[in-house]
């Protein structure tokens, strides 16, 4: 057995003994070491900025795009926003020991079916490294163990997040191994996790196409499958063009670097000689390129030819794909063929069309007069989420707190025997 390996195992060991430690304790001890934590980011600020700083340098040596670089930093005034996102978990409801159902059964027993915690729960994850602290704090308010996987690209501002968050936690009741870093940051050392089966109760992948494929693909521990944010806004023939512009703007250049910015954009054709023109202007201005069928290149010149790759793509930049259609089931078709089921958006002034759509839309969230920037676990109101998951099992979009948790049934009986 490598080094490596040992040193994993004996990790995962530990997070296994504080997952028991964990589970039994009541929301006040929860709650209070994650204020200890959001105190001890702040405090610990200029330490962790010099960290990530160092990350950087090295992202901008490897000729990382500035969109990416600008996930991967981190500020003093980015970390006090995380600290507060800790504290806003904070004041969330503890899922752990409600009750889902309950009755009593002919027999005089009493039914109960609680939520209790996962157990360990594995991240996997590129870039960002809020998400190590997200992460945390979502794992530690349902009572879970958090085992942390980030990018090597961000090793240097994880590895001083998850000391500062251990220190904060040692002074509390909740086990300061509660929260753990994977140590290495070779491809071994990920395949170690997704294959901690036994350690490890599941397993969360945030990034990337080709990082979520990988772990659901190679992993031997159970799999939430978040997903790619391939995201389109459709402007249907009834939509008031100047709402329509504005939402499409913002759902591709507020934050163009996340996965619910909008990466494709479909007309239809009765709007089009009204909208497109309108729309191309203010993306052109805005600094966006825009990927077009050739009814989209006919109305300018600036439209580049999209290719079948342009439908499929996840840019992540000011880039975005466009078609024109002939109807809303064209639009929904086109979805259906290239989308990636995270987020849908129609604008449209018409009831029936934005019921239809919503009905045939199978995606994990679908707005009507909404940007798609809107599918994020804090603009939902469950506070900082753990991933948005496009899968249909257990658990489908913003993933907060709830969906960190699984069940049991308790049965009450008195001296029951069954015959």
């Excluded at 501002?157 to 753990?180: C, I, K, R, Y």
């Excluded at 990082?211 to 806004?233: F, K, M």
């Excluded at 759902?251 to 191309?280: G, M, W, Y």
């Excluded at 989420?385 to 249909?392: F, L, M, N, P």
């Amino acid at each position: 057995m490598s080094d490596e390996r040992e040193e994993f195992l004996a990790v995962a060991r530990r997070a296994r003994e504080a997952a028991a430690g964990l589970a039994p304790l009541p929301r006040a001890a929860k709650d209070a070491a994650l204020h200890r934590i959001a105190d001890a980011l702040v405090a610990a600020a200029p330490e962790i900025v010099k960290a990530n700083e160092v990350d950087v340098a090295r992202a901008r040596d490897n000729g990382t795009s500035e969109y990416m670089i600008d996930r991967l930093s981190l500020s003093e005034a980015r970390i006090a926003a995380i600290a507060e996102a800790v504290r806003q978990v904070a004041a969330l409801p503890d899922p752990v020991g409600e009750t889902l159902r309950g009755n009593v059964l002919p027999n005089g027993l009493e039914l109960r079916q609680i939520r209790v915690p996962l157990g360990v729960v594995g991240m996997i994850y590129e870039g960002r490294p809020n998400v190590t602290v997200d992460a945390a704090a979502l794992c530690l308010k349902s009572g879970n163990v958090a085992m942390l996987r980030g990018s090597s690209s961000a090793h240097d501002s994880n590895t001083v997040l998850v000391e500062v968050m251990q220190g904060a936690l040692a002074e509390t009741e909740v086990p300061a191994d509660a929260v753990q870093l994977v140590p290495g940051t070779s491809r071994e050392s990920v395949k170690h996790l997704m294959r901690a089966r036994g350690l490890v109760d599941v397993l969360i992948p945030r990034g990337g196409a080709s990082l979520i494929n990988s772990v659901v693909e190679e992993s031997t521990v159970p799999v939430i499958e978040t997903g790619v944010g391939n995201c389109a806004v459709y402007v249907d023939a009834a939509a008031d063009v100047d709402m329509a512009v504005e939402i499409l703007l913002n759902a591709k250049t507020q934050r163009p670097s996340v996965c619910n910015a909008a990466e494709t954009f479909l007309v239809h054709a009765d709007i089009a000689d009204t909208f497109v023109p309108r729309a191309l202007e203010a993306l052109k201005t805005a600094g966006v390129t825009v990927h077009g069928d050739d009814r989209m290149r006919s109305y300018s010149a600036d439209v580049v030819e999209a290719t079948d790759d342009d439908w499929y793509a996840e840019y992540l930049s000011l880039d975005i794909a466009a078609r024109v259609v002939d109807s809303l089931e064209d639009a929904v078709a086109h979805i259906r063929t290239y989308g990636s089921g995270h987020t849908e958006a129609i604008v449209t002034a018409s009831q029936p069309a934005a019921k239809r759509f919503v009905s045939l839309v199978d995606s994990a969230s679908v707005m009507v007069n909404a940007s798609t920037r809107f599918t994020d676990g804090e603009e939902f109101g469950f506070g900082a989420e753990i991933g948005i998951s496009t899968q249909k099992l257990h658990a489908r979009g913003p993933m907060g707190l709830p969906e960190l948790t699984s069940t049991k049934y308790v049965v009450t009986g008195e001296g029951h025997t069954r015959g």
